[in-house]
């Protein structure tokens, strides 16, 4: 059974960092594109970041980029999503995800999903 497990979730101020970690559990982690997405209320789920097996394989929304940085640690069968100076408009829960194929920013191309984790922006 395939599980994603998120963590490091929680309140930040503006300007500050937090940082996310996702480990992968039942799946041959090299296999698949680890990516991030986030969904607000009432909002659709969107892209964050991805990561290949490689970091030749890497993409960011045009939001994130410069300030949020994707890594994944391959013996750990962990991903981390490291976020930097946050906005309040990145508030939202922020998922984990593990899929094949192209395109790495498509929700469509990801087979497995964690539960989430709330990230809460304050001014």
């Known amino acids: 059974q395939v599980q994603l497990v998120e963590s490091g979730g929680g309140l930040v101020q503006t300007g500050g960092s937090l940082r996310l970690s996702c480990t992968a559990s039942?799946?041959?982690?090299?296999?698949?594109?680890l990516g991030w997405f986030r969904q607000a209320p009432g909002k659709e789920r969107e892209f964050v970041a991805a990561?290949?097996?490689?970091?030749?394989?890497?993409s960011y929304a045009d939001s994130v980029r410069g300030r949020f940085f994707i890594s994944r640690d391959n013996t750990k069968y962990t991903v981390y999503l490291q976020m930097n100076s946050p906005k309040p408009e990145d508030t939202a829960v922020y998922y984990c995800?593990?899929?094949?194929?192209?395109?790495?920013?498509?929700?469509?191309?990801?087979?497995?999903w964690g539960q989430g984790t709330q990230v809460t922006v304050s001014s």
């Open positions: 995800a593990a899929g094949r194929g192209f395109p790495i920013d498509s929700v469509r191309k990801y087979d497995y």
């Open positions: 990561r290949g097996w490689s970091a030749g394989v890497t």
């Open positions: 039942g799946l041959t982690f090299s296999d698949y594109t």
